[in-house]
């Protein structure tokens, strides 16, 4: 299959090249959280230990679940054809045109001329939910550093007072 042929798949190169890299990334980040976590204590430990923590936790959770659903689009690569055929339905099953491969969003697109294009292959959660848990390990991290500003302005104006 060449690049302009409008039943390829998606290309198994770079899928295993996401699943690879997201997985070790994702590794490495829960390791620093839970390490972090582990020498410091969580009871003993202040919100500008926990925040970033959480963060890093966050942000390998959502690694963990974007590579979840590349592994899909892996499987599935070889059975692509089956995968449209069961997501247009079996009226629209001949009439299928060509398959649109995302990355960002993690998507296989198959397009029906007139109709429109079905999503097939990853599940429906895996995109929001690597969102929203990106997005609340931003939110954590940004808390962490805000935090860790307030403690020290604080230090600071107890220093100057004193």
């Known amino acids: 299959m060449t690049a302009s042929d ?9 899928v295993l090249l996401i699943i690879v890299v997201g997985g070790i990334t994702a590794f490495g980040l829960a390791g620093y ?4 976590l582990g020498r410091h204590g969580v009871r003993g430990s202040g919100p500008e230990v926990v925040l970033p923590s959480l963060a890093a936790l966050a942000g390998a959770a959502a690694l963990a679940m974007y590579v979840w659903g590349a592994v899909h ?7 692509t054809t089956d995968a449209c ?13 060509r398959y ?9 697109g198959c397009h029906v001329e007139g109709v429109g294009t079905y ?10 939910a690597a969102v929203g848990l990106a997005l609340s390990g931003v939110v954590l991290l940004i808390s962490g550093g805000f935090v860790s500003e307030l ?11 004193s």
């Open 6 to 14: 409008p039943f390829a798949g998606p290309s198994p190169l770079i």
């Open 33 to 36: 959280g839970f390490g972090r």
């Open 73 to 79: 689009l892996l499987l599935d690569e070889t059975m």
């Open 85 to 97: 055929r069961e997501a247009v339905g079996e009226q629209h099953a001949a009439d299928i045109d």
């Open 100 to 108: 649109d491969v995302s990355y960002v969003p993690l998507r296989l």
């Open 119 to 128: 999503a097939a292959a990853v599940p429906g959660y895996v995109n929001p």
């Open 151 to 161: 403690r020290a302005r604080h230090d600071l104006r107890k220093e100057t007072s």
